[in-house]
């Protein structure tokens, strides 16, 4: 989640308005519908909701003078005077596969003709300004490093069956039978 004071120091009001995605992970749990229970703790990271809707707490600090631009429909651009960062997700219409059962098993899905798996990929691009390079890596961009890690963790479909342990809880379904 993104503090909203956070967000309002680098984020024009209107582009958050304006964007879903920024719009949806900047409010708070208790405020989204899926999470309308008003005595929500405030401190929770990780939560259930109604119809499996997931909450899973995420913070971003980013170094000062850093702004948030939406240069365009599908890319957010983190903007710093010694660098540049653009993300941008890419649909491409090419569909993905699932592991055998994964959608009955994991997510109790038994009719699956109205099921479709679709690839979508993110892409990230940095770009330092030449005074950059006089500053400490570590320092200043060590946390560059670590939220492109968190961010392809965090959408990698292969990672996710790591995380979940899909081979094993599959051997131990097929064991079961």
């Not at 990780?46 to 702004?67: H, M, Q, T």
């Amino acid at each position: 989640m993104i503090d909203q004071e956070v967000l309002a120091s680098v984020i024009d009001e209107s582009f958050v308005a304006s964007n879903i995605f920024v719009n949806l992970f900047s409010k708070q749990p208790y405020e989204r519908a899926a999470f309308d229970n008003k005595d929500f703790e405030r401190d929770v990271v990780y939560s259930i909701g109604k119809n499996g809707a997931i909450y899973d707490k995420f913070e971003l600090y980013v170094p000062v003078k850093c702004r948030f631009v939406k240069e365009k429909s599908n890319t957010i651009t983190l903007k710093h005077p010694y660098f540049k960062l653009k993300i941008t997700p890419t649909f491409t219409g090419f569909g993905t596969v699932l592991p055998r059962d994964f959608e009955k098993r994991y997510m109790q899905i038994e009719n699956l003709s109205n099921i479709s798996c679709y690839k979508i990929m993110i892409g990230i691009d940095l770009k330092f300004s030449p005074l950059a390079f006089f500053m400490n890596k570590e320092q200043y961009y060590g946390w560059i490093d670590k939220f492109a890690n968190e961010l392809i963790n965090y959408a990698s479909i292969d990672k996710f069956f790591e995380k979940i342990r899909w081979d094993v809880v599959r051997t131990f379904m097929k064991c079961n039978k």
